[in-house]
């Protein structure tokens, strides 16, 4: 029996679950709707428009909860998990290389960590590691390549979960955040969903892609204080494209990220041709937004509602 669980990480311990729809995903709210789900390339700059800026926003801002805490899962599930080695082999295989108590590779072949009546977890691909020093709290180049873990649970009706990524990353690690920043990102993280009964089933699909992207955090007594956010970030279908993020002003969370409105912070998105969204936090109720030169002002309610206005069709009906 293996003493770590992917029903009890994803669902409990950090919460990726729950973060799977957008309402838990942003920092002041959010919600989804219907629409096909594809995969169509994020290497273009997104044009900035009144439908999509609110969407824009939403996932922007959930990479600063979403990123370091889908890092810190992969890492530590994998490294535990490749010291426990597979319950199905030798189908399924796992490779752990480690320097002392700590992991230098680890490779995972159609490993089965999770086997029960009711939910079978499945490990795919590797995560190498490059330490700068040998200090235990030593920053490390990540590299992820096909990193997949795969859970389908059938308890209550069907819920099939997929957590996925690839690239190379700079981690600074911490004692209380877990992760306080993420320098020169280059790559992706995927998270889906299906669930439902029966043939009646839906998938919820939520895609980034990094490039030279930097996530500075500074802890504070709730969690991520101060937040940055810089470089390029792209976006799955229905968006289908990147913008360009820019600090100018750390984001102050009070509470920590996706608990309320920033109280200060200057932020901004650019997008092709010319547009733009900036967000102007004078405190957590005095939010300015200036799309495309044009600005608004909202306290935080607002600016929740102007979030919700237009629903992130990241969901789609299928049958199976």
């Known amino acids: ?43 273009r700059l997104l044009v900035l428009t009144d439908d999509n800026a609110p969407a824009v926003v939403q996932m922007s801002s959930a990479t600063a909860d979403m990123a370091p805490e889908l890092l810190f899962l992969f890492i530590m599930y994998g490294f535990e998990n490749g010291n426990l080695g597979c319950l199905n082999e030798p189908e399924g295989s796992s490779d752990l290389e480690t320097d002392g108590n700590r992991p230098l590779r680890v490779a995972f072949n159609d490993c089965q960590v999770e086997d029960y009546s009711d939910l079978d977890s499945r490990l795919n691909g590797s995560l190498e590691f490059v330490f700068d020093t040998p200090s235990p709290d030593s920053p490390f180049l990540l590299t992820m390549t096909g990193y997949e873990m795969k859970s389908i649970d059938t308890l209550n009706g069907y ?68 937040v940055t956010l810089d470089g390029h970030l792209g976006f799955g279908a229905p968006l289908n494209g990147e913008v360009a993020l820019t600090t100018h002003v750390p984001l102050h969370y009070e509470n920590g990220p996706g608990d309320g409105c920033p109280s200060a912070g200057d932020i901004t998105a650019n997008g092709g041709e010319g547009t733009s969204v900036n967000l102007l936090f004078a405190s957590d109720d005095e939010i300015l937004v200036t799309l495309n030169g044009v600005t608004e002002t909202f306290n935080c309610q607002d600016f929740q509602n102007w979030l919700n206005a237009t629903p992130v069709p990241f969901s789609a009906r299928i049958g199976r």
């Open 159 to 226: 819920h099939e979960e997929t957590l996925r990524g690839n690239g190379q990353v700079k981690v600074t690690p911490s004692a209380n955040i877990l992760i306080s920043s993420l320098n020169d990102f280059n790559g992706e993280l995927f998270i889906s969903r299906v669930e439902g009964v029966g043939d009646d089933r839906e998938e919820s699909v939520f895609r980034w892609t990094f490039r030279d992207y930097q996530l500075g955090a500074t802890e504070g007594t709730l969690g991520p204080e101060y």
């Open 1 to 43: 029996m293996h003493s770590f669980s992917f029903r009890t990480a994803v669902r409990h311990g950090l919460a990726v679950s729950a973060l799977l729809t957008l309402g838990a995903l942003t920092a002041c709210g959010g919600s989804s709707s219907h629409s096909s789900v594809t995969e169509g390339s994020e290497d």
